[in-house]
């Protein structure tokens, strides 16, 4: 059963850091690429970066490139989500998601989701 389980949110201040995770089981995340999503109340859910199968390439939003760093690590089946200099603005719920032949930060190119983490960002 092909399963993702994100973790690693959780309330931070103004400033701070969090590092988000999204492990992945009954499949090999080596093939597939890896999205993370958030959805604040009220709003649409939005990608925030992506990250490929093939050779690697990264992509980000520009709402969080310079502040947020996606990375996989094969060999634990996982992909990290390193959020840093974290505003208000970045809260919401976040997601993961994998496809073996998507990329970019269209929800509709994933087929496989995660059920979420929360990440508040409050002082």
């Known amino acids: 059963q092909v399963q993702l389980v994100e973790s690693g949110g959780g309330l931070v201040q103004p400033g701070g850091s969090l590092r988000l995770s999204c492990a992945a089981s009954?499949?090999?995340?080596?093939?597939?690429?890896i999205a993370w999503f958030r959805q604040a109340p009220g709003k649409e859910r939005e990608g925030v970066s992506c990250i490929s199968s093939s050779d690697g390439s990264t992509y980000y939003a520009d709402s969080v490139k310079g502040r947020f760093t996606i990375s996989r690590d094969n060999a634990k089946n996982t992909v990290y989500l390193q959020m840093n200099s974290l505003k208000p603005e970045d809260t919401a719920v976040y997601y993961c998601a994998a496809d073996e032949a998507g990329w970019g930060l269209s929800r509709y190119e994933y087929d496989y989701w995660g059920q979420g983490t929360q990440v508040t960002v409050s002082s």
């Open positions: 009954g499949f090999t995340l080596d093939y597939y690429a």
